[in-house]
């Protein structure tokens, strides 16, 4: 009965639409449009002077030029990196020297005197909090400086204009221009880029969006860049310069990352995910001037403090391992050291070292700990860190992160391909689940996991032969 | 403005009875739907609403699911439903199918509308479609502080008039215009506004005489529909979305 019912009035809609003809879907909008316009005619008043987009025209016509649009782009990362580079400095040491320098050794007293067996102090002072005030002290003012900006520059309406700049070049790679979007929301973080994904409605160029989301460098990976440029880079010249020079060395991480987007996308378009490339209307948003308190409000809490707490809670465990590792002994050698050593060889075949790889390992989780992990391996492969007695840490600046780096073996290649392993490894563990969300595929999930890693591999070592051909 | 800005300052003003809920929204009595164009400020007047902090941004298509969220105003728990932003919900891509179907099948007892002030017209072309679709709309004219900035001004109570629902000027950054907006969707809800929707004029004649036909039928088979007219010329429009809904018999129960 109902059934019946139901295919009668589709019966007559379909009948009916052999009537109307085709073109019913036109109609349908052009009266949608023609009403909206007779309505917007009858209740928009204009006051004064019409033609009042002309000042955004023009900053458009600026920005988005074809001459300077990219220049600007530059300019304009130059300057927050430069920004973020000379502010994090001092506070950083700060934070420090009082995490590490003065609080450790209260509670390390604290620690004897309750009456703790020295493997549960070690596992818990030295390895949990240490790894915890590591990470404080490294990420929390570049976060502070760095997030601020980036959500002033969005809210003010300038990420659509990179979009825009950059569209040409992801439909000549054979992916969707909303790419660019998403990019974009990568550099704040990958599994958000990947999930922002769901805007390209295409499947094909929905994965290789998914799959070169890695390739923009995220929240977790952008202080370790500049933290070695610092050390490394910029140690290289005259210290009016120096925080110039690493600037520049992260731009272009940031750009060689932009490139091997492309490079990428244009490769999989050529082999595994073939076809054509939809084209779609990109809205250029009104600028608005940002509500300076709120974003900075925002901006703290939301990115800040979020990123902050996730790297905390995984830097926790993984401060436990490092200190299990280098506390567990095997023939009078740590584990971390026999690791380390182990893996050295494998390491320098790529510019990199046993530390730097044992660090990934451990670091998995998350990128952000990448740094901390060095470190803290560093200090326990020198046998800086004793089992148990208190030990000093006397990082109050870069400069001597960078003394403690060097001791460890580290040149300029070292931070040179750390920075480019770094742009260039696999997803955080937070990116493989997300990309496995949303593309449902164990498949494509190890591909977008696996292929960064052989890239960097691949990268790291091209650059050490490159190297040693000149030294 | 300035009218708004000095009655959001006064203790007696409905702000006052405002609870935000964050996501603590089980057992509400109304559910809101938030609607509208990408980058007009949803996720702003979402977390006004709510005291949430969804990510907002000057991006379009920042929201790309649904965002839930409450707020209790009046001894009512309101869940509100932040929906992704479309142009238009007559093409088939995922964000305007999940603002369609949740307007459509979630039938929520009120749709706040967000429209740019400044840039009404193509908004419009949204609100048109929403209005065939519900007959429980407010619509907030969002941005106006930006609107007047570029010597735009909207006769609200004329937009009011031809839509058939009421209209709130609003500049939710600022935080303008919340309070009324909040009292307006309550009335609403509680029927003590009733909406007179506007109905698309626009079609050819002949397309016209087959959407009324069509939607006889429909209304006969369905007596109460509230959007018989909208089914018709989606099927008229071939949506294959629409006719299996008709045939999973989803439009019975309403």
Redesign the interface.
């Known amino acids: 009965m109902?059934n019946k019912?139901?295919q009668?009035?589709?019966d007559?809609?379909?009948e009916?639409?052999w009537?109307?003809g085709e073109n019913?879907?036109d109609?349908?909008?052009?009266?949608?449009?023609?009403?909206?316009?007779?309505?917007?005619?009858?209740?928009?008043?204009?006051?004064?002077?019409?033609n009042?987009?002309n000042f955004e025209r023009k900053l458009d016509q600026v920005l988005t030029s074809k001459k300077y649009g990219f220049p600007i782009m530059i300019l304009i990362l130059s300057i927050i990196l430069w920004l973020t580079i000379q502010g994090a400095n001092y506070p950083s040491g700060l934070l420090a020297s009082f995490f590490l320098e003065f609080l450790h050794p209260i509670l390390k007293t604290g620690a004897s005197q309750v009456g703790l067996p020295w493997w549960l102090d070690g596992f818990l002072i030295d390895g949990v909090y240490l790894a915890l005030g590591w990470v404080i002290s490294v990420m929390l003012p570049p976060m502070a400086i760095f997030f601020p900006m980036f959500?002033l520059l969005?809210?003010?309406?300038y990420?659509?204009r990179v979009a825009f700049n950059l569209d040409s070049l992801f439909k000549k790679s054979g992916a969707h221009g909303k790419q660019a979007?998403t990019m974009s929301m990568g550099w704040g973080c990958n599994a958000a880029g990947v999930?922002?994904t769901?805007?390209i409605?295409s499947p094909r160029e929905r994965l290789i969006a998914i799959i070169t989301n890695n390739f923009s460098l995220c929240n977790g990976r952008w202080p370790t860049q500049i933290l070695i440029a610092t050390i490394f880079i910029g140690a290289l010249v005259p210290d009016s310069f120096s925080t110039i020079l690493a600037s520049i060395a992260v731009i272009n991480i940031a750009l060689l990352g932009i490139g091997f987007t492309f490079l990428s996308s244009w490769m999989l378009s050529k082999t595994l995910l073939k076809g054509e490339v939809s084209t779609f209307a990109l809205?250029l948003?009104?600028y608005?001037p940002?509500?300076l308190w709120?974003t900075l409000y925002?901006s703290l809490?939301?990115r800040t403090l979020i990123v902050l707490w996730r790297a905390m809670v995984f830097a926790a465990p993984a401060g436990a391992i490092i200190w299990l590792i280098s506390n567990i002994y095997v023939d009078n050698l740590s584990l971390a050291n026999i690791t380390i050593d182990w893996m050295d060889g494998f390491g320098l075949f790529f510019g990199l070292n046993g530390v730097i790889l044992l660090a990934y390992v451990v670091a998995i989780p998350a990128n952000e700990i990448v740094i901390p992990t060095i470190l803290m391996l560093t200090v326990a492969h020198l046998n800086l860190m004793g089992a148990g007695d208190g030990v000093m840490f006397e990082l109050e600046s870069t400069t001597e992160t960078a003394a403690l780096l060097h001791a460890g073996g580290w040149t300029l290649l070292t931070g040179i391909n750390l920075m480019l392993f770094s742009l260039l490894h696999n997803p955080c563990s937070t990116t493989i689940y997300t990309i496995y969300q949303e593309t449902k595929s164990w498949k494509w999930t190890a591909f977008a996991s696996i292929m960064p890693v052989i890239l960097g591999f691949l990268v790291t070592f091209l650059v050490t032969q490159i190297w040693q051909l000149f030294h | 403005m300035t009218e708004l800005e000095s009655c959001d300052s006064c203790a007696l003003n409905n702000s006052a009875q405002l609870l935000k809920l964050g996501i603590n929204v089980e057992n509400a009595d109304y559910v809101i739907a938030l609607a509208g164009n990408?980058?007009t400020g949803k996720s702003t007047v979402f977390n006004a609403l709510t005291g949430l902090?969804q990510?907002?941004?000057?991006?379009?298509?920042k929201t790309?699911?649904r965002a839930e969220g409450g707020y209790r105003f009046k001894d009512h728990k309101m869940k509100l439903i932040d929906l992704p932003g479309t142009y238009s919900l007559?093409s088939t891509?995922?964000?305007e199918e999940i603002a369609r179907n949740f307007i459509l099948f979630g039938k929520p007892d009120v749709t706040i509308i967000i429209v740019d002030a400044?840039r009404?017209?193509?908004n419009?072309?949204l609100?048109?479609?929403i209005l065939e679709i519900t007959d429980r709309a407010v619509l907030c004219l969002n941005l106006m502080d930006?609107a007047?900035?570029?010597?735009?001004?909207?006769?609200?109570r004329?937009?009011g008039k031809?839509?058939g629902i009421p209209v709130v000027k609003c500049s939710a950054?600022k935080k303008q215009g919340i309070s009324e907006l909040i009292s307006t969707v309550h009335q609403v809800a509680m029927r003590q506004i009733i909406c007179k929707p506007?109905r698309?004029?626009?079609?050819?004649k002949?397309?016209q005489k087959?959407v009324d036909?069509?939607d006889k039928?429909?209304r006969k088979?369905y007596p109460g529909l509230p959007n018989s007219r909208w089914i018709?010329?989606r099927?008229?429009?071939?949506d294959a979305d629409i006719?299996k809904a008709?045939?999973n018999?989803d439009f019975?129960n309403h």
């Open positions: 109902e019912d139901i009668d009035l589709l007559l809609a379909s009916l639409r009537e109307v019913f879907h109609t349908l909008v052009e009266g949608i449009y023609a009403d909206a316009a007779h309505i917007a005619q009858k209740t928009e008043i204009k006051i004064g002077e019409p009042p987009y959500t969005e809210d003010f309406g990420l659509p979007l999930v922002a769901r805007i409605d809205e948003p009104p608005r940002p509500n709120t925002t809490i939301d | 990408p980058n902090k990510h907002t941004g000057n991006w379009p298509g790309v699911t007559l891509s995922q964000d400044a009404i017209e193509r419009l072309n609100v048109l479609q930006e007047l900035r570029h010597h735009i001004d909207i006769d609200e004329t937009l031809e839509l950054i506007y698309i004029k626009g079609l050819s002949p397309a087959m036909k069509l039928k429909i088979n018709a010329m099927l008229l429009d071939a006719i008709l045939k018999g019975i």
